[in-house]
């Protein structure tokens, strides 16, 4: 859910940002005499980038891209270019290089660690977009300047473009900025990192804060930086005092606590990114592997660990011990109906960013225990029906990604004994094949005073990861 | 021997009998005919009507009326009088606007129904201590349903308080209608009304305690959230159109269609709500029902059987998402 803080200019921050800066100054005059070195040595490699919608000619988000890979690429956050991913005719990815408005692909995502590989476009000479817009012109010039061989090699693409009008990235020339170097071992706890940004696009900002290590309990590494991140920031750099990047600036959970992507992941990104633009269905598919990745590991992890048997009372149930599920649990005696009722549940955290009316990769389990000694059979049941009859699933999405839920409904008998009324439901997606949100219900329906409520989500799944989770989950239920 | 003429209105029921001691009578607005008809569109002397004394024949003639005669016989098509015609005792004529069946008086008519039941014990008992024992079981059923909700003893009170709203519905409804009909037709009788609106209540509730369970064993959410409204949509058009039935007679059509349209249009604007709301991808249509285990004899699979049994789900999930495109 981090992600959503970062809904780039979403949500009104207090300027952290400028409150750190002012507390840091007198305390520590050297290092800010590093952040100004690093500032000054990498700034022209760091950019704001625009979510420009076509339609209205206006910014939809903004985010900041640094340059990579020898400034062959720019590098940012996924969530900064999700538009583009699933509209890729309404948006257009923007920069601003001295004047000059430039316009980016997407080479490659990573939707499981927020992040996005860019590439310069160069559009067709003669289509609409190349007349419209004067700074295409002007790019090619830039090339023309530099070394012979890139040249002849531009000129060689320009001819290509004219034949066959398709879009291919070019190079950028070395003037555009220099790459920056990655850093994929973590530094010492405590190091000052330098993070780049433009926060709330109010200009190039750089501020200090410090490594304070991964954060602790998530399926997804992520390093906790404690400096002042805010929306608009989302994608740009946090470096060391060597000014190689240790980490992505990708979210806030407020008060000085940042989040940040670490390196290795951007490393491993850029190693898997392909030297032309991927097609709307390359990009999906790869998408689709990495969250059908993720949520087969996150549930082989889970059923891999044994599940620690606990009681509600009268039944057995086992939950996961695993630290990255985030639990809670609750228990109340009510007098004046003379109920008891425990609930428990955990749940692996954020789900995956997609869009923003999108959202995957997500597991969660849930129990609800009913007691109610002195009420007639039918009142109980009654009352589970209407506990248990607003659940939904985890993960939100549209008409235009997902299909509608098909259910199979029995009254089941698991190996343990327990007789439930179980639902299962699943959907499927309409742009990731194979891959389904599985939806579990179950109430035991054999006392007459007790029943259990046993709920599962799972999200973004493939068939096998679904099966195995159904198969593990049906029969931890037991009666004592 | 004698004819009988019958006035009778558009939807066949009779308005009055007049019998005329004569073989020949005429039909017309005019004060010196047999049968004096107040109608516009009738000639002062529209039709003449002849039974034969021997054959038992009866025979129409027009006698050159601006409007003519139209026969409808009781088995055949209707059709125009031109000059004369015989027909059968029992038939129709429409003069003008006016509906007319003619009969001889010795047409044979059907002996005496026998009392219905409902209608021997209405009279043979009063009908106000029925209505005083449904009126109750009304009212305690209604707090056995909130009691069953919600069983919890303190608050039987409150239950009793709330049941009391059913009570007053009972009787609003009763004034209600009592009213127009008295308004209508003169007659409205007050304890028709309140029986009527105490019975289709205690079975809303019968219905509302059963349905669960109906739910349970379809194992079908959305064809019992269908069925939920139907119900609550076809006992509420059952009660307007008996009330309606039983405070007009259905003597204007034209206001019962009207009033008929209200329920109608509740039936199907909550039928399109719950088909909308299936629209939704994020509504998951799992069954929602619970009923208790004494009660309950849906068939029981093992686990295994289960998650064999969704293997299928997965192809109809897919092709959930091909058929929506």
Redesign the interface.
């Known amino acids: 859910m981090l992600q959503r803080y970062m809904s780039i200019l979403g949500r009104a921050f207090i300027n952290v940002c400028f409150m750190a800066v002012l507390a840091i100054k007198p305390l520590c005059g050297n290092a800010l005499e590093q952040a100004v070195d690093v500032y000054a040595s990498y700034n022209a490699s760091v950019f704001q980038v625009r979510i420009i919608e076509l339609g209205s000619g206006s910014q939809s988000s903004l985010g900041t891209a640094f340059l990579v890979a020898d400034g062959r690429f720019m590098a940012t956050n996924y969530h900064v270019v999700s538009a583009k991913v699933f509209e890729p005719e309404k948006y257009r990815i923007e920069v601003e290089i001295k004047g000059e408005k430039l316009t980016l692909d997407i080479l490659a995502v990573d939707v499981v660690n927020d992040l996005a590989v860019l590439a310069f476009q160069m559009p067709p000479i003669n289509s609409a977009l190349a007349t419209d817009q004067p700074f295409v012109v002007k790019q090619t010039e830039p090339i023309k300047q530099t070394e012979s061989i890139k040249q002849t090699e531009s000129i060689k693409q320009t001819e290509s473009i004219k034949q066959t009008e398709s879009i291919k990235p070019i190079p950028p020339s070395p003037n555009l900025g220099k790459g920056f170097k990655l850093q994929p071992k973590l530094p010492e706890k405590g190091t000052t990192l330098y993070s780049f940004g433009n926060p709330h696009g109010i200009g190039m900002t750089v501020v200090e804060g410090n490594f304070n290590g991964l954060v602790e309990h998530r399926f997804v590494e992520q390093i906790h930086f404690s400096g002042a991140i805010n929306p608009g920031m989302s994608g740009g750099p946090t470096l060391d005092a060597q000014s190689a990047v240790v980490g992505v600036n990708v979210a806030t959970a407020g008060n000085q606590i940042g989040f940040l992507v670490p390196a290795k992941a951007l490393a491993a990104l850029l190693v898997r990114t392909p030297d032309s633009v991927p097609t709307q269905a390359q990009l999906y598919a790869s998408m689709a592997e990495q969250i059908e990745h993720h949520t087969s590991s996150m549930v082989t992890e889970a059923l891999a660990t044994p599940w620690k048997i606990s009681n509600l009372k009268d039944i057995q149930i086992s939950s996961s011990p695993l630290t990255w599920l985030e639990c809670w649990g609750d228990s109340e005696h009510d007098k004046k109906t003379k109920t008891y009722t425990i609930s428990r549940g955990c749940h692996s955290g954020g789900a995956l960013f997609l869009n923003q009316e999108f959202n995957s990769g997500f597991m969660e389990y849930e129990y609800l225990y009913v007691e109610a000694p002195t009420w007639p059979s039918i009142s109980l049941y009654d009352f589970m029906a209407k506990q248990t009859s607003q659940a939904g699933p985890a993960n939100k999405g549209t008409k235009k990604e997902l299909g509608h839920f098909s259910c199979n409904e029995s009254e089941v008998i698991n190996s343990q004994g327990t007789k439930a009324r179980v639902s299962y439901c699943l959907r499927a997606y309409k742009q990731f094949p194979n891959l389904y949100d599985a939806f579990y219900m179950a109430v035991t329906t054999d006392k007459k005073q007790q029943s259990l409520m046993s709920h599962y989500t799972l999200a973004g799944v493939n068939q096998v990861s679904a099966q195995a989770f159904l198969t593990h989950f049906v029969e931890l239920a037991k009666w004592l | 021997m004698a004819i009988v003429v019958e006035f009778i209105n558009r939807a066949g029921h009779a308005l009055a009998f007049q019998r005329v001691e004569a073989n020949r009578l005429l039909i017309g607005r005019g004060f010196n005919q047999t049968v004096i008809l107040e109608d516009d569109y009738v000639d002062p002397s529209h039709a003449e009507i002849v039974l034969d004394e021997q054959t038992g024949d009866l025979t129409c003639v027009d006698l050159a009326s601006a409007n003519g005669l139209i026969l409808e016989p009781a088995i055949g098509k209707k059709r125009d009088i031109v000059g004369a015609a015989k027909f059968m005792s029992g038939d129709i004529l429409v003069v003008g606007r006016t509906r007319l069946k003619i009969f001889r008086d010795n047409h044979v008519v059907p002996p005496a129904r026998k009392f219905s039941l409902g209608y021997q014990f209405a009279h043979k008992y009063s009908v106000w201590p029925v209505f005083v024992v449904l009126l109750i079981a009304l009212f305690l059923l209604d707090i056995l349903v909130s009691?069953?909700?919600?069983?919890?003893a303190?608050s039987l009170k409150l239950y009793a308080l709330q049941s009391g709203y059913a009570v007053l519905l009972v009787f609003f409804s009763g004034a209600f209608w009592g009213l127009i009909g008295r308004t209508l037709r003169g007659d409205g009788r007050l304890i028709t009304h309140l029986l009527m609106a105490v019975t289709l209540l205690l079975i809303a509730q019968l219905v509302g305690l059963v349905l669960?369970w109906l739910t349970?064993h379809l194992?079908?959410?959305a064809l019992s959230e269908v069925l939920n409204r139907l119900a609550v949509g076809l006992l509420g058009g059952l009660f307007v159109f008996l009330s309606l039935r039983a405070a007009t007679k259905m003597r204007r059509v034209q206001t019962v269609s009207v009033a008929a349209l209200i329920p109608l249009g509740l039936i199907i604007t909550l039928l399109i709500n719950s088909f909308g709301q299936?629209?939704n991808?994020?509504?998951?249509?799992?069954?929602?029902?619970?009923?208790?285990?004494?009660?309950?004899v849906?068939?029981?699979?093992?686990?295994?059987v289960?998650?064999g049994?969704?293997?299928d789900?997965?192809q109809?999930?897919?092709k959930?998402?091909d058929s929506?495109?």
């Open positions: 009691y069953l909700q919600m069983p919890v303190e669960p349970y194992a079908w959410q299936q629209d991808v994020n509504h998951v249509p799992y069954l929602k029902a619970l009923i208790a285990p004494s009660v309950n849906r068939i029981v699979i093992p686990s295994s289960f998650v049994d969704t293997h789900l997965f109809k999930a897919t959930n998402v929506s495109d």
